[in-house]
């Protein structure tokens, strides 16, 4: 007889239940062992990164089943939108997506029908077979499913800025994700995240969640940055990645024993 099972806590609970910014990092490198280390950091979140980085199904189950042992909340960000690939994520155990590239209202709607069984939604039934019901050990899921899943979709676009106090309006988001990178590309400051009228996107979006009273979060690696974003209110901030600290800590190395 197995034992009886319940669904994890989702990162809207931990939002919910926070008394102070969350604060994660990303890892990019798709090995199920980075994440590990990563998840046993002491942070509060690791976002799995499936746009930018090499991370199929097979991947993506992997690193779940290697954080799932630490006292972290994992995020997923599919590379796409598409109510295929997010059902498929769901039915790995994935419970807090990250859905990127969200501009219009349209896309928000998207992005929570994908989530949710009907008549909520449009995802497939099909999690029986499947870890997110441990495999139907999990009493009732397909009715409780909803109660632990979290769409937070990204705001990274200077069309998507238009539209943010549109996007938070809508039933079934439960945060927004700001993107500084893709939001200075498409606003000609390519590169220039610190730029004067990124920074003061971001900061409308954060008082546009303040105001609609959703949580939101945003990427910033540097510290005075992450600081700054801190203090102007939000409540998840991602400060780094598994590659990046890999690839200045190898640099720093190189740079103090090899003679130049």
Not at 10 to 37: H, Q, T
Not at 169 to 182: H, K, Q, W
Not at 232 to 258: C, F, H, K, M, N
Request: proline residues 8%; charged residues 15%; hydrophobic residues 45%.
């Amino acid at each position: 007889m197995p034992p009886p099972m319940t669904p994890d806590p989702s990162l809207k609970n931990a939002l919910a239940d926070a008394k102070r910014p969350l604060v994660g990092m990303w890892v990019s490198s798709g090995s199920a062992l980075m994440a590990e280390i990563c998840a046993g950091s002491g942070l509060d979140v690791v976002l799995v990164d499936g746009e930018h980085s090499p991370n199929g199904l097979e991947g993506i189950l992997a690193q779940l089943q290697a954080i799932h042992g630490y006292p972290i909340t994992p995020v997923v960000r599919p590379p796409v939108n598409d109510p295929v690939i997010i059902k498929q994520y769901l039915d790995l155990g994935v419970q807090s997506l990250m859905v990127p590239m969200v501009h219009t209202v349209a896309d928000a709607e998207a992005a929570v029908a994908t989530a949710h069984y009907p008549p909520q939604g449009v995802r497939g039934v099909g999690s029986a077979l499947a870890r997110s019901s441990r495999w139907n050990r999990i009493p009732n899921y397909a009715e409780r499913a909803s109660e632990t899943v979290t769409v937070m979709v990204q705001i990274e676009s200077a069309h998507a800025v238009e539209n943010v106090a549109d996007i938070l309006a809508v039933d079934g988001i439960d945060a927004i994700f700001l993107g500084p990178a893709d939001l200075a590309a498409s606003m000609g400051r390519l590169g220039v995240q610190g730029h004067p009228e990124v920074m003061a996107a971001v900061e409308h979006c954060i008082a546009a969640a303040k105001a609609a009273g959703k949580p939101v979060g945003v990427n910033a690696f540097a510290p005075e940055t992450a600081k700054h974003y801190m203090d102007a209110g939000v409540d998840l901030i991602l400060v780094g990645a598994d590659v990046t600290l890999l690839a200045r800590g190898s640099e720093g190395l190189a740079a103090t024993y090899i003679p130049e």
